[in-house]
């Protein structure tokens, strides 16, 4: 089965950091980017940050300047480093990628096109 499998979740106080991982290497369709998405109860998943293959990174204003999206050179692996993390960047954080289509706005209007949803990963940050 073609899933992402995200790690590197857990419990830092403000001002922390934490960096989460991406396993990609099982999703053997073309990929055009891979997005990192986070969701709290009640609220709609939304997009955080995104990398093309290229390497070139996108990011939700919320996020711009504390969160940092990379790639391994065989693109096998993404990461999301996440800086500066306040109480309000508290969510269950998932990786996706999207194989057709345009990767373009980000974040996006919805999650068509996103696939390979894993489990995700907790983070939680305390004040």
């Known amino acids: 089965q073609m899933q992402m499998a995200e790690s590197g979740g857990g419990s830092v106080q403000a001002g922390g950091s934490l960096r989460l991982s991406c396993d990609a290497s099982k999703y053997y369709e073309n990929i055009q980017c891979v997005g990192w998405f986070r969701q709290v109860p009640g609220k709609e998943r939304e997009g955080v940050g995104m990398?093309?293959?290229?390497?070139?990174?996108f990011y939700a204003a919320s996020v711009e300047g504390r969160f940092t999206v990379s790639q391994t050179d065989d693109k096998n692996m993404v990461f999301l480093q996440m800086n500066s993390l306040v109480p309000e960047d508290t969510a269950m954080y998932y990786c996706?990628?999207?194989?057709?289509?345009?990767?373009?706005?980000?974040?996006?209007?919805?999650?068509?096109?996103?696939?390979?949803w894993g489990q995700g990963t907790q983070v939680t940050v305390s004040s």
């Open positions: 990398i093309y293959r290229s390497g070139r990174a």
């Open positions: 996706a990628v999207k194989s057709a289509g345009s990767c373009w706005p980000w974040p996006p209007r919805d999650l068509t096109g996103y696939n390979g």
